[in-house]
């Protein structure tokens, strides 16, 4: 499994925002459809919550990649 490492400027970054940013997903739309359909992980459990607030360490999966957060 590829996992990336994402830093980000700020206190945290929403879960639909990392998928988008990452580039895990093309669109803020296609970060909604999969993650209420249940196909990501944080920190290895099923999250739906499309606002999930992620930090530093959080590892956000979706389609066998990895993006762990860092923010600056």
Same mark, same amino acid.
């Given at each position: ?10 206190? =945290? $970054? ?6 988008? =940013? ?8 296609? *970060?909604?459809?999969? $993650?209420?359909?249940?196909? @990501? ?6 999250? #739906? ?9 959080? $590892? *956000? #999966? =979706?389609?066998? #990649?990895?993006? #762990? @957060? $860092?923010?600056?």
């Amino acid at each position: 499994m590829d996992k990336k490492v994402i830093k980000v400027e700020g206190e =945290y $970054i929403k879960l639909q925002d990392l998928l988008k =940013y990452s580039g895990l997903c093309q669109t803020g739309g296609h *970060a909604k459809v999969v $993650i209420q359909n249940g196909d @990501v992980k944080v920190n290895g459990e099923v999250c #739906e919550m499309r606002g999930k607030k992620l930090r530093t360490g959080d $590892i *956000a #999966e =979706y389609n066998n #990649e990895q993006v #762990e @957060v $860092i923010m600056v």
